[in-house]
Every structure is written in C-alpha cells, then in structure tokens.
C-alpha cells in the first residue's frame, strides 16, 4: 500500500531537549516536505526536498532542520524544542512531474513542548 | 506574496443537504488547484486535482470548478453525509516550483 509514514503520533516533550520525527514513503517519490498546522492557520511549510542531498528552507523553517541521505526519508530535527513549536506536523511526499499531481499526507505528529 | 483564501470559515449543514465552499487565490503563475479534506487529527486526503484548462471534476458527491480567469474555484458536497463532516483545504500551486500555498481550509459539520 502507497504511504507516507510518520513516527511517532504523539510526543510530549520538555523544552530544550531534542528529537526527532520521521517520516518514511515507499513511492519513490522525489519530492517531500514538512508543514505545521497551527489553530486558525493553514498548513505552513517548514522545509523541503527535491531529492537526496537537496533540501531547502519553506516558510517557517526557524528552529528546524532535515536532511535527506536517502530518498525514502525525510525526518525533521528539532535540536531544541520550545514551546511554541507545540503544533500539529505533516510530512508529505510527490512525484517531481509539474503536471498537476497529487500530494500524499502522512497521519500527522502531534508535538507538545512544555 | 501567492495567498489562497477560503470561504466561509465554517458552516453546518444538516444531512442530505447541499453546500458550496470557494476559494479565491493569487498564486501565480499558476500551475494546478486541489481540494484536499481533513478529518479531524488525520493528514489531508485528495479529492480533486485541476490543472489550467479544466473548469470542473467530479469525484463522486463533490464537484470542484474553476475559473482560471477570475482565480476562483468552488468545491460542492451534495446530499452531504455525516461523514462530509471534516475540514476542506484549497491548495494552489505554482508552475515555477513545488511549493504550495494553502488556504486556512473550511470546516463543515453535517447534523442528522
């Protein structure tokens, strides 16, 4: 089955102590971003990727970082978590094909700092 | 800066009833427009995906259009079940990259 998959669901965590939220997908797709989804506020994009070893800065990069050594994941690294970083976080993956295809959403990691 | 606005923030709607979401957007220039629904606490799942010369695409109960011309696109529901009940995003790109903007998306709750 085609999917994006995101560990872990849920983390609460203490500010100042870093983690890490991954995010694996099994199309072989080219492309893959993460957002946050905040109250009130549209999905905003935090960093992306083109392809291994390619990343760029999104939106609302402050106090993240990625990488990208494999095509398949893509996980998001908060070297030190603050509260307001508390959000709801989606990885997504696509085809790099400027057509029009869809984007594939992972479940979603519901991330607390206190 | 590329903006989607969406329209009306929420509605509620009783069952079996139809409705209408829009969504207006500056992005340019312009490569595809989606509308993607949210259940609540779960990633967004696509419904549509419209690229400049289509003006409208079904997938079963929902019905996107757009009108490239004006920048508006329009999703509707009809004879809405309690399970439409979600949050609907309009999400735009443009043709010179992968980013996308979103909208803040609409939330409809259908009541029996």
């Known amino acids: 089955e085609a999917q994006v998959t995101q560990n872990p669901r849920y983390l609460i965590t203490v500010t100042g102590k870093k983690l890490t939220v991954t995010c694996s997908q099994n199309?072989?797709?080219?492309?893959m971003s993460w957002y946050r989804q905040d109250p009130g506020l549209g999905l905003r994009q935090i960093y992306y990727?083109?392809?291994?070893?390619?990343?760029d800065k999104g939106d609302v990069p402050e106090g993240y970082k990625v990488s990208r050594k494999e095509k398949r994941n893509f996980p998001l690294i908060l070297e030190s978590p603050s509260p307001n970083q508390t959000s709801l976080y989606f990885c997504?993956?696509?085809?790099?094909?400027?057509?029009?295809?869809?984007?594939?959403f992972g479940q979603g990691t519901r991330l607390t700092v206190v | 800066k590329n903006q989607v606005e969406q329209s009306p923030q929420s509605l509620i709607i009783l069952e079996g009833k139809n409705c209408t979401l829009q969504?207006?957007?500056?992005?340019?220039?312009?490569?595809?427009l989606r509308w993607y629904k949210q259940d609540t606490g779960r990633g967004p799942v696509s419904l549509t995906i419209?690229?400049?010369?289509?003006n409208t695409k079904s997938n079963g109960r929902y019905t996107a259009t757009l009108d490239a011309d004006t920048k508006q696109s329009s999703l509707h529901i009809t004879a809405s079940q309690l399970s439409d009940s979600a949050s609907y995003i309009c999400v735009v790109s443009s043709i010179n990259d992968y980013k996308l903007s979103f909208g803040a998306g609409t939330t409809v709750t259908v009541r029996a």
């Open positions: 997504a993956s696509s085809p790099r094909d400027r057509s029009g295809t869809e984007a594939f």
């Open positions: 199309m072989n797709h080219e492309y």
């Open positions: 969504c207006n957007y500056t992005v340019s220039p312009f490569s595809n």
């Open positions: 990727s083109m392809n291994v070893e390619v990343t």
């Open positions: 419209m690229t400049f010369s289509e």
